[in-house]
Nanobody, 122 residues
Framework: VQLQASGGGLVQAGGSLRLSCAASGRTFSSGFMGWFRQAPGKEREFVAARGWITGNTDYSDSVKGRSTVFRDNTKNTVYLQMNSLKPEDTAVYYC????????????????WGQGTQVTVSS
């Protein structure tokens, strides 16, 4: 499975961004696509995930209510729509995929895309 992330950028606080993660190669019939982020000096943390088939979603408390993860089935692409962005959302965002049940630790995920920088100015 290859993952290609895009959509990061510089935005003012209160603004919005949509990140994309295109999956290609050998896809799987179960598992999750998700997003993690890593700020300088901090560990990579879970942001959001969507069941590839089930469509079940889960969010970290830090983005819940401000973000939506959804899939375009025709493009094998998962999106993370982030609204009401805050300076503390500044980080490199990574898309990831895993087989099996949802896990919140990044070490449990199987496939990773390259990171995309999100910078939120105050």
């Amino acid at each position: 499975v290859q993952l290609q992330a895009s959509g990061g950028g510089l935005v003012q606080a209160g603004g919005s961004l949509r990140l994309s993660c295109a999956a290609s190669g050998r896809t799987f019939s179960s598992g999750f696509m998700g997003w993690f982020r890593q700020a300088p000096g901090k560990e990579r943390e879970f942001v959001a995930a969507r069941g590839w088939i089930t469509g079940n979603t889960d969010y970290s408390d830090s983005v819940k209510g401000r973000s939506t993860v959804f899939r375009d089935n025709t493009k094998n692409t998962v999106y993370l729509q982030m609204n009401s962005l805050k300076p503390e959302d500044t980080a490199v965002y990574y898309c990831a995929a895993k087989r099996g049940p949802l896990r919140y630790v990044y070490t449990a995920w199987d496939y990773w895309g390259q990171g995309t920088q999100v910078t939120v100015s105050s």
